[in-house]
């Protein structure tokens, strides 16, 4: 009861501040500056159409993950799921993921925790990967500094998973916090997960990591094609380079609702440095996400009433039988 009223307070702080952040973001920019929200209704349209063209792809990998038929449900799952880890802060909203997989498909939690924890591993590889690629491009565009701290900040990420999730699967490192309970679990979950990882065969594994890069290459080809549509004409390796940058945003315990106001802040501090003023590229990076979040918010919606449908019907021929 205790962590349901800590998580829902924590939900509220994060809408209030969220609220505070957008008041002074559209406070000092104006309502003028803004105008583009309205005269420029083809920037959403561009995301409506291609949001859930890239969330298919989505779908098909984890439809092989978790050795499910793909379909409409699965569709829907995805679609919500992905608006609720898009909302919540520390990505907590991938239980969404693990509770849809066992309510509608019957994927008991263990197994989907595994095998979401596979793709999520397959995503980090991707984004560094991707990152470290885009990295040798923007080295004349972006400060140095930058590019290195970033670069680092990944390889870290990815190698200390990396090194610590084979060493706890080799030596059973969860038998020995026992005494950690929450900790011994979440350690018992990557070990099974890795274990898990040796049994797939290498072919599914590569189709899972080439959906994975598919997937994010198109994800930053929607980013790029809406922000040269804004005015914002960098070259595509510098947009693919800020955006897998402030991927690490999420990493912040109590953030605000879809990050509103930091991914503003992340995104215009890299714009100054590439020269544009501080007003425009705000007022570029606000209605950018805006754009990017809309679609994310009305297809999640969706996904979720037809799940509820879905359920009905499910319901109803059991009752009548």
Request: proline share 2%.
């Amino acid at each position: 009861m205790k962590r349901i009223k800590f998580s829902l307070i924590k939900l509220i702080f994060s809408i209030l501040v969220t609220f505070v952040i957008l008041y002074f973001l559209f406070a000092q920019l104006g309502i003028s500056n803004l105008a583009l929200l309205i005269t420029s209704p083809y920037i959403f349209l561009l995301t409506l159409i291609l949001f859930p063209l890239i969330e298919l792809i989505n779908v098909f990998r984890y439809a092989r993950a978790f050795e499910i038929k793909f379909n409409l449900k699965l569709f829907s799952l995805s679609n919500f799921a992905n608006m609720v880890v898009g909302i919540m802060p520390m990505r907590v909203g991938e239980i969404s993921y693990v509770y849809g997989l066992k309510k509608y498909f019957e994927v008991n939690y263990a197994n989907g925790v595994k095998k979401l924890f596979l793709v999520r591993i397959a995503d980090l590889l991707v984004i560094y990967i991707l990152l470290i690629t885009s990295s040798l491009f923007v080295a004349v565009s972006i400060a140095q500094e930058i590019i290195y701290f970033v670069s680092i900040l990944f390889l870290a990420a990815f190698l200390g998973l990396g090194i610590f999730s084979i060493i706890a699967a080799k030596y059973s490192v969860s038998k020995r916090l026992k005494k950690y309970p929450k900790i011994s679990k979440l350690v018992l979950i990557i070990e099974e997960s890795v274990l898990e990882a040796f049994k797939i065969k290498k072919r599914k594994l590569a189709l899972i990591f080439i959906l994975s890069l598919v997937y994010w290459l198109l994800r930053l080809l929607m980013g790029f094609a809406v922000l040269y549509a804004l005015g914002v004409q960098l070259d595509f390796f510098v947009i693919s380079f800020i955006g897998l940058a402030l991927l690490f945003i999420d990493i912040i315990p109590i953030r605000t609702v879809a990050n509103f106001g930091i991914f503003e802040a992340g995104f215009a501090y890299f714009l100054v440095q590439l020269g544009y003023g501080y007003a425009f590229a705000l007022n570029k990076t606000l209605i950018f996400h805006i754009a990017i979040f809309i679609p994310t918010i009305i297809y999640g919606l969706i996904g979720y009433a037809l799940l509820k449908l879905d359920k009905q019907k499910t319901s109803k021929t059991k009752t009548s039988r």
